[in-house]
């Protein structure tokens, strides 16, 4: 009889250790970005979540922080630095203030169009510049996208470039983008995306530059009544992970959190194809007035002194390379 029960005790309490074992064992992370839910970004931190949800059966549970609820870009790629966020997936606008190797994927009209852009980065030259992030308290996981960024306005219509003079843009907090709508003939203001749209509303600055899903995603035609689609620039993004998570993992653990970023970085491009198709048009529904027809020559002209500017301090090498990979 004693036997039966000791039995009966230690499988009850196998039962229990195990359900308490799975109940306590999800560990919630969060993952920030700062553009809305349901945003391109946002559809990519939910596909992380899911694949990584399937990987780990359950242990690890994302907490998706969206629009620049933990802070801007530069504030929540800081807190990786420190350990107090755990995943984002960020625009490069403030990267290269932590890797200035970064600083060469902003350069206006670098890329040709979304294929090459998607070719280069996904490639050994996407993987060197991951590495580069991983060697500045970083944890550099996979190139995702935000998208070709066009300038809004609420002055007049951009139509050349010297429709830009005087201009108040907001730019990121990025010397390349400033550099290059300084050499345009605007004023470039840097701001951290949260202030944005508060900023457009209270005529603080006239306009802002960003992709199509940022623009609609954002709701910028309430406070922009212009758009140029000028395309001046391919805007990466990066999903980025805080080494205090990172250092914890095993390499079985490692391998689902760089399958989760590859689920994320499809998710996010399907829905920047998707924005590409369709934002335009809800864009125009909503009022504002659309330029599509742009001398993209004259633009990238009027910017090319940031090229002059950059090779002068980080120089040629990556940047030729860059051009060389492209069809
Ligand atoms: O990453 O700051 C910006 O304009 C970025 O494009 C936006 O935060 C999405």
Known sequence: MFRIRSLAAVSAFAVTVALSGSALAAQVLNFAHSTAQGSHYSMGVQAFAKKLAELSDGKYEIREQAAGALGGERDVIEGLQIGSVELTVSSTGPLGNFVPEALVLDLPFLFKDY?????????????????KVSENNLVGLAWSENGF????????????????????IRTMENP?????????????TPMAFPEVFAALQQHVIDGQENPIPVITASKFWEVQDNLTLTGHVYSPAIIIASPTLWDGLSDEEKGWFREAAKAGVAATRAKVESDEANGVALLREHGMEVIEKVDQSAFQKAVSPAYDTFVAKYGDDMLKRIQAAQN
């Open 115 to 131: 294929a090459n852009a998607r070719a280069v980065l996904d490639g050994p030259i996407g993987q060197e510049l991951l590495d």
């Open 176 to 188: 390349v983008h400033m550099e290059a709508f300084r050499a345009a003939g605007a004023s470039p």
């Open 149 to 168: 960024r066009h300038v809004t306005n609420s002055k007049h219509p951009v139509k050349t470039p010297a429709d830009l003079e005087g201009l108040k």
